[in-house]
């Protein structure tokens, strides 16, 4: 087979290519528009709105972070429509996301006042 070959193949048993993330990521756009101001995903407030009033406090999916919901209400009528592309989403979120590690605590000191007891210096 050539390579031509191969292709008219594939496109006979598959006329249409497999979803990419692209367009996964353009089909969640119709989702939330990352426009010039963010917006609720269900309802399509703005983040900031004219009015103090109305201004949503938008929170972003929590497994892809890729859309925001102004209240769970939005978040629950929006969950059917959302759940195809969530895990796509927070695929491509999770390899070009800037995860940081907690700071290591310093450990603790016991006895008064954090003072070292004579048995922890007699080692």
């Not at 390579?3 to 193949?9: I, L, P």
């Not at 983040?47 to 949503?56: I, L, R």
Request: glycine share 4%.
């Amino acid at each position: 087979h050539t390579t031509k070959q191969t292709f008219a193949t594939m496109s006979e048993t598959n006329p249409e290519p497999s979803q990419t993330s692209q367009d996964v990521i353009a089909e969640s756009s119709s989702c939330s528009q990352p426009s010039k101001s963010p917006s609720c995903a269900n309802c399509n407030k703005l983040e900031d709105s004219p009015d103090p009033e109305e201004t949503p406090n938008l929170k972003p999916c929590i497994s892809c972070k890729s859309v925001l919901y102004c209240s769970r209400d939005c978040k629950k009528a929006h969950t059917k429509q959302h759940k195809k592309v969530c895990a796509s989403l927070a695929q491509e979120y999770s390899k070009t996301a800037d995860i940081k590690m907690a700071k290591p605590s310093a450990p603790k000191m016991s006895g008064k006042g954090g003072k070292i007891g004579k048995w922890e210096y007699d080692t």
